[in-house]
């Protein structure tokens, strides 16, 4: 029974940091490119940024990209979203998603390739 965890999630002011992590378990992690993405209420599920199965290749939404920080530690079968300079719009429910791959560098945005998928956890940031 494959599960996937996050945690970290909270309310912040704008501007400082936090630190997302998603455990999985119930499957062979590095055989995983993984996933974070986001929906607000009223709007759609977004991407949010991706990652490899072995970590050599990520990508990122533009509205994320020189804040965000997707990592994966294959030995403790999780990865993490390290979100700096947050703003009132990254407000949102973030969920981890895993999508079985066998090419190494590849990474996916659409939500719809994403075969696991965790519970979510909240972050609110305030003005």
């Known amino acids: 029974q494959v599960q996937l965890v996050e945690s970290g999630g909270g309310l912040v002011q704008a501007g400082v940091s936090l630190r997302l992590s998603c455990e999985a378990s119930?499957?062979?992690?590095?055989?995983?490119?993984m996933g974070w993405f986001r929906q607000a209420p009223e709007k759609e599920r977004e991407f949010v940024a991706a990652?490899?199965?072995?970590?050599?290749?990520?990508d990122y939404a533009g509205s994320v990209k020189g804040r965000f920080t997707i990592s994966r530690d294959n030995i403790k079968n999780a990865t993490y979203l390290q979100m700096n300079s947050l703003k009132p719009e990254d407000s949102a429910v973030y969920s981890c998603?895993?999508?079985?791959?066998?090419?190494?560098?590849?990474?996916?945005?659409?939500?719809?390739?994403?075969?696991?998928w965790g519970q979510g956890t909240q972050v609110t940031v305030s003005a």
């Open positions: 998603a895993a999508l079985r791959v066998f090419w190494s560098t590849y990474v996916s945005m659409n939500p719809r390739e994403y075969e696991y």
């Open positions: 119930g499957l062979t992690f590095n055989n995983y490119a």
């Open positions: 990652i490899s199965r072995m970590g050599t290749a990520t």
